[in-house]
């Protein structure tokens, strides 16, 4: 029996070897994996000329920048890009405009990721100080993990104090969905950065200087401490 599409004349990539040859696609999934002798016929056949056969990539962390922020970036124009560099899933992050921050904004950015998308997509949702009894229900609406930022971000959103995070933390325990953390412990990233302001370093170059090593371990550190 034909498959639906063959792609042959390839280098096959797998999690374990690299091989000459191609693949089978029948009903969207993979029917064969081999040498092209291997491979059964297709009803549409591409020569990939020597090119990897690699499976499409998942790009966890984009911002495309919708709503409220189009003139940086859009699901058409980001999705796009991700299609050109062999992206076939992202997951888009929640600091636009409004904030994805309940159930009815994960809804319009599904609906507008449907109409504009040229790849699958995941849409995460926000915590912060005041929408801790959102969180089941934006995994209701279809979220698939949650973002916190320890400290400021664009969009200025307001980070949720250690007291909000023990009643986040178990929120989203609840939901069974993954947390994403922005780890930067503010209190000493405000620090450097009021210092070198005062020294006159106000260059982009000074932007690493800002948040050493230390805000990120820190970080790493109190939100492993909460999830536990």
Known sequence: MAADLVIKNGWV???TETFKGGVAISGEKFVAIGADDQLPQGKEEIDAKGKHILP???DGHVHFREPGMTHKEDFATGSTAAVCGGITFVVDMPNTVPPT????QVKVKQQLGEQKSLVDFGVTGVVVQTNTK???PMAAAGAIGFKIFFGETI???PFPDDGMCMEAFDYIAQSKLPL???AENRQIMAYCTNK???EGKNEARYW???RPDICEAESVHHAIFFAT
């Open 196 to 198: 070198l302001k005062t």
């Open 134 to 136: 959102d969180i089941l």
């Open 13 to 15: 990539v797998t999690p």
């Open 155 to 157: 969009g200025n959103l």
């Open 208 to 210: 690493e200087a800002s």
């Open 180 to 182: 994403g953390i922005h």
């Open 56 to 58: 499409g990539i998942i």
């Open 101 to 104: 921050a309940d159930a009815e």
